[in-house]
């Protein structure tokens, strides 16, 4: 089932490779081409065969591809998305798949033209590895991709890539820009920050060893370290870019933490497990709605 003729993805790394990958296995479209500024990456893009063509520079094929992807880090996004728009032809669709979305909505509104379809777009769906070798085809199966669509685009556009997303095996919501980066913020960009924090305070404590750390770490630690492997100049920009949303939930999760810092001071095992109980019914509803597994280690292996 062929969605588009000719796929543009801008940025080869783990989520770009893996929807190469997926758009080819299922012969979603004629045409498959990458731009990546790496050279080094462009060259196992190459050997890899995901695609047909690679470049460093996006303009080789931009002026032809109906469906153009920005799959690079948001910082990288926010230099380039301009200079896309101003590249894409008449009638093409413009999406991406970063983790925020209000900032590439305000950076674009004063770009953007009447003759492009604009839909922003986010996979939930990714591991702590990186780069072009690290991704799968499979990625994608059986987890959300949220699209956000600003006010007044073509909704049969909007169904076209669903299509798309859909047929790479994920599940589809729209949402408005401000509140993907809330609900985000509160599920993946603030755990995230916690996991850095804490890896980094293991690290530097003065009374454990790194030995001791890397010795004697338990399940929890351990899943804490997966999350702190990922891609270090994703997450600078992600923070970053979604300021607001994470300030808001950092300063939530300050006065929670407070609150068990004094029930555990003052010995109130009362307000400790009415707390314990309470999270822990949300971790059986996330294994409810298919969204992880009963296993350790975030349902991966190792």
């Not at 380039?80 to 032809?89: L, R």
């Not at 072009?132 to 085809?137: D, Q």
């Not at 047929?167 to 609900?183: F, L």
């Not at 850095?196 to 009374?207: F, K, P």
Request: charged share 25%; proline share 4%.
């Amino acid at each position: 089932m062929t969605v588009y003729y000719s796929v543009l993805i801008i940025g080869g790394g783990l989520i770009g490779s893996s929807m190469a990958r997926a758009i080819k296995s299922r012969n979603l479209a004629e045409r498959i081409h990458i731009a990546d500024a790496s050279a080094d990456a462009c060259k196992v893009l190459e050997d890899l065969g995901v695609a047909n063509s690679v470049s460093t520079d996006f303009n080789n094929k931009i002026g032809t591809a109906d469906l153009v992807v920005l799959a690079t880090p948001p910082g990288v996004m926010d230099e380039i998305a301009p200079d896309v728009v101003k590249a894409m032809k008449t009638g093409a669709v413009l999406t991406d798949v970063g983790s925020t979305k209000l900032g590439l909505v305000k950076l674009l509104a004063p770009n953007m033209r009447s003759d492009i379809h604009f839909i922003p777009g986010h996979p939930i769906a990714g591991t702590e590895n990186s780069g072009p070798a690290a991704g799968f085809a499979d990625l994608f199966e059986e987890r959300w991709c949220i699209l956000t669509p600003v006010e007044g685009t073509d909704e049969e556009e909007v169904t076209r890539l669903s299509s798309l997303w859909e047929a790479m095996g994920s599940q589809i919501a729209t949402m408005d820009p401000e509140r993907h980066d809330m609900v985000l913020a509160t599920t993946s960009h603030v755990p995230h920050l916690i996991a850095y924090t804490l890896v980094g305070t293991a690290m530097d404590m003065e009374t454990v060893t790194r030995n001791d750390v890397v010795k004697y770490s338990a399940g929890g630690f351990r899943d804490f370290t997966r999350i702190a492997a990922s891609d270090p100049e994703m997450w600078r920009d992600v923070f970053l870019h979604n300021k607001d949303g994470v300030l808001e939930v950092v300063d939530r999760f300050i006065e929670d933490l407070s609150a068990l810092k004094r029930a555990i001071r003052w010995g109130d095992g009362d307000t400790l497990l009415e707390h314990f109980s309470k999270t822990r019914d949300i971790r059986r509803r996330i294994i409810d709605a298919g969204q992880d597994t009963e296993k350790p280690d975030f349902g991966r292996e190792g």
